[in-house]
């Protein structure tokens, strides 16, 4: 089964975005010279866990590995999940309404559902043909 790279290419670059954000808390600071909180945890995760799962989904996708897929889709169910997180966040009133805050999670939820999308019309290996 060939991967487009198109997919490997935008796990890639959310991985480095997720985790290079996260480092200067999206914009707050340095992550490890802000207080204890809430406003550390979010950005910690995605130092810890949404930018190396991206960054080695895209690794398995370029090399057209099945594991690529694994973690394809574990790191577009993390992405989903944010997303939608900060659409309540909007939605309770604790984030303002602004492009910059709401544009990020329209592409990351729009990428995740094509990524799913093709990969579950992916013909199953090892599947008699005929």
Request: hydrophobic share 55%; proline share 6%.
């Amino acid at each position: 089964m060939k991967t487009p790279h198109l997919f490997a290419l935008f796990f890639l670059l959310t991985g480095i975005f997720a985790m290079v954000g996260g480092i200067f808390t999206w914009g707050e600071g340095w992550v490890f010279s802000q207080a204890e909180g809430l406003a550390v945890l979010i950005p910690l995760a995605d130092v810890l866990c949404a930018g190396p799962v991206s960054l080695l989904a895209a690794l398995g996708l370029f090399r057209n590995k099945k594991w690529g897929l694994s973690l394809g889709l574990l790191g577009s169910g993390m992405y989903l999940f944010g997303s939608v997180q900060v659409y309540i966040l909007i939605a309770w009133g604790s984030l303002p309404l602004r492009w910059e805050i709401f544009l990020p999670p329209v592409v990351g939820l729009s990428f995740c559902l094509v990524f799913v999308r093709w990969v579950l019309l992916q013909p199953a290996s090892g599947t008699p043909h005929g």
